[in-house]
């Protein structure tokens, strides 16, 4: 007998290593939500609100390379947009499964809940459309297809897929032809050759070369190609803002963070005054180039993408970036370049009864890391103190840089923590991004997990206070909260939570930070203007980061 649409689609599910499920219930998705509960190779994973579930499957895939949501129709579904949104800007597979009315609700055009009134049933997944590789509405007779063209769609392109259920065709078996699994897409060979003959011709004429090693590193699975790139080349890389840790920042021939005009102008001479710049998956973004301020040469830069490969202005379509750089490994002379590894944040300033600053604050956290760690940073000023430091062994940074939306950090740390619960996951938030979605800090507590947080109190959100015209509008006020209480509120009264306004405040609190066998909440309060030097930076850089020259 053949399998019910539900079923089918949970096991294509497993069949892509897809095991855990987040979401938030709801009548019209419980057909979905049963089969992952009813399933016992499957755990569902509720979240607080859509939102914050979005988020959470986002920071899952950023460790498992691909997640799965799960909403209701129409008020779940765009709850969960924003999120997905997120996703599909920073190249990650979230596989949103939505919960529909019945067919012959929508048949009848029935006025239900969740609708806009008018008795219409597909302006919502018509909304999905820009931010996702593919959608389908499943019936018993096309399930089997559009199942594997939104999983293919979701691999290949690395991006979310929009898959809606009708709730009365849930338990109805396939009425389709099953179908098999599409194979990952292919590089033309002839074209293939062309491209690695072009690059490496290109790379051994110049006389000093440098890599920018991008996300799509990361995101694609191919950090031990890179490495292998990059040793048998002795070629030296650097990465941008969006891409730290795409590769380990202990390996040799790192040399720090580029960011244009902004920052590190040792970075800065090195990569633009190289003949060549080998850009490995990198995206050419505001923030990832300091404001628009980075000024290399087209004609230098060699761009090895997703799908394609551009040397100068010569664009070579349909190759695959890993057999790109496989190729190059092989093709490639070695160019070794003697280079100084980047300084780090030095040692932190001030005296113990000080309070806490830019310059006291960042240096202490490089220092509080860990090989291993799983550092989430959230959007603003906490994340451009961090973006500097220098990452141990194994560490991973992630940061929403290029969609930037605030409250995203906390609830990716827990998906982050769900994915490696045996790894130390550290969250840094600051509290105008943290009041957005702090309901899911409960989530740390109920399935065990123990995360570092450290939540900045600068009285505000206080990157807009850089950006805007008055510092001081009432716009970038917040209420004030007692945020070192925050754990026990939300379930947790075992966690070791404390409130550090000096540096001896903070130097304690993160010593006993490290004893500690429970989860952690330190708020760290600092003035309302005190910025870390990017932060700063880039308020000085608005003409330039606001499209002026």
Same mark, same amino acid.
């Given at each position: 007998m053949a399998p019910t649409v539900v079923d089918y689609l949970i096991q294509r599910l497993k069949a892509i290593g897809i095991r855990d499920v987040f979401g938030v219930p709801g009548d019209f998705s419980f057909a979905l939500n049963d089969a992952v509960e009813g399933d016992p190779d499957m755990r569902w994973i509720g979240c607080c609100n859509e939102l914050n579930a979005a988020y959470a499957a986002d920071g899952y895939a950023r460790i498992k390379g691909r997640s799965a949501l799960c909403t209701t129709y129409g008020v779940g579904e765009l709850s969960a947009l924003c999120g997905v949104a997120g996703s599909y800007t920073e190249h990650l597979p979230v596989i949103?499964?939505?919960?529909?009315?019945?067919?012959?609700?929508?048949?009848?055009?029935r006025i239900v809940h969740h609708t806009l009134g008018d008795g219409s049933f597909e302006a919502y997944a018509r909304m999905t459309e820009p931010v996702v590789a593919a959608r389908a509405v499943l019936t018993p007779e096309n399930a089997a297809c559009q199942i594997e063209r939104c999983l293919e769609a979701a691999l290949t392109r690395n991006r979310p897929?929009?898959?809606?259920?009708?709730?009365?065709?849930?338990?109805?078996?396939?009425?389709?032809?099953?179908?098999?699994?599409?194979?990952?897409?292919?590089?033309?060979?002839?074209?293939?050759?062309?491209?690695?003959?072009?690059v490496a011709e290109r790379l051994d004429a110049a006389g000093s070369a440098v890599v920018l090693a991008g996300y799509l590193i990361a995101r694609?699975?191919? #950090?031990?190609?890179?490495?292998?790139?990059?040793?048998?080349?002795?070629?030296? =890389?650097?990465?941008?803002?969006?891409?730290?840790?795409?590769?380990?920042?202990?390996?040799?021939?790192?040399?720090?963070?580029?960011?244009?005009?902004?920052?590190?102008?040792?970075?800065?001479?090195?990569?633009?005054?190289?003949?060549?710049?080998?850009?490995?998956?990198?995206?050419?973004?505001?923030?990832?180039?300091?404001?628009?301020?980075?000024?290399?040469?087209?004609? #230098?830069?060699?761009?090895?993408?997703?799908?394609?490969?551009?040397?100068?202005?010569?664009? =070579?379509?349909?190759?695959?970036?890993r057999d790109v750089m496989e190729g190059l490994a092989g093709s490639v002379a070695p160019k070794p370049a003697t280079v100084a590894g980047p300084k780090g944040l030095g040692e932190p300033k001030g005296a113990p009864g000080d309070p806490i600053s830019p310059d006291s604050l960042y240096p202490r956290f490089e220092r509080f890391l860990r090989e291993g760690d799983i550092v989430v940073a959230e959007t603003g000023t906490i994340s451009m103190g961090?973006?500097?430091?220098?990452?141990?062994?194994?560490?991973?940074?992630?940061?929403?840089?290029?969609?930037?939306?605030?409250?995203w950090a906390t609830p990716a740390a827990f998906g982050a923590a769900m994915a490696a619960p045996k790894r130390r996951t550290l969250l840094f938030t600051g509290e105008g991004s943290h009041q957005m979605t702090v309901q899911e800090l409960g989530q740390f507590g109920r399935h065990g997990l123990r995360p570092i947080v450290f939540c900045l109190n600068n009285d505000g959100y206080l990157i807009e206070r850089l950006l805007c015209k008055d510092p001081k509008s009432s716009y970038n006020d917040l209420a004030p909260w007692h945020y070192a209480q925050l754990p026990a509120a939300f379930g947790m009264p075992d966690w070791y939570c404390a409130k550090a306004a000096t540096n001896a405040q903070l130097d304690a609190a993160m010593a006993a930070a490290e004893t500690r066998r429970t989860g952690v909440y330190i708020e760290v309060v600092m003035d309302r203007m005190a910025a870390s030097p990017l932060a700063q930076k880039l308020g000085e850089s608005i003409r330039t980061l606001y499209g002026g020259q």
């Open positions: 949103h499964l939505v919960g529909m009315p019945s067919v012959s609700t929508q048949r009848a055009r897929v929009y898959i809606a259920l009708p709730q009365d065709y849930a338990d109805v078996p396939l009425a389709g032809e099953l179908v098999c699994a599409p194979e990952a897409p292919q590089s033309d060979p002839g074209t293939l050759a062309a491209a690695v003959e072009a694609l699975g191919l #950090r031990e190609v890179a490495k292998t790139l990059l040793a048998r080349t002795g070629l030296p =890389f650097a990465t941008m803002f969006m891409d730290k840790t795409a590769l380990d920042e202990t390996l040799p021939g790192y040399l720090g963070l580029y960011d244009g005009r902004i920052m590190n102008p040792e970075v800065r001479d090195f990569v633009e005054g190289c003949d060549c710049v080998l850009n490995l998956g990198a995206l050419w973004s505001d923030f990832n180039t300091g404001a628009f301020t980075a000024k290399i040469d087209p004609s #230098r830069m060699i761009a090895v993408m997703q799908h394609e490969t551009r040397v100068g202005h010569a664009t =070579f379509k349909d190759v695959e970036m961090l973006g500097f430091a220098r990452m141990p062994a194994g560490a991973e940074f992630f940061n929403q840089t290029l969609w930037g939306a605030i409250g």
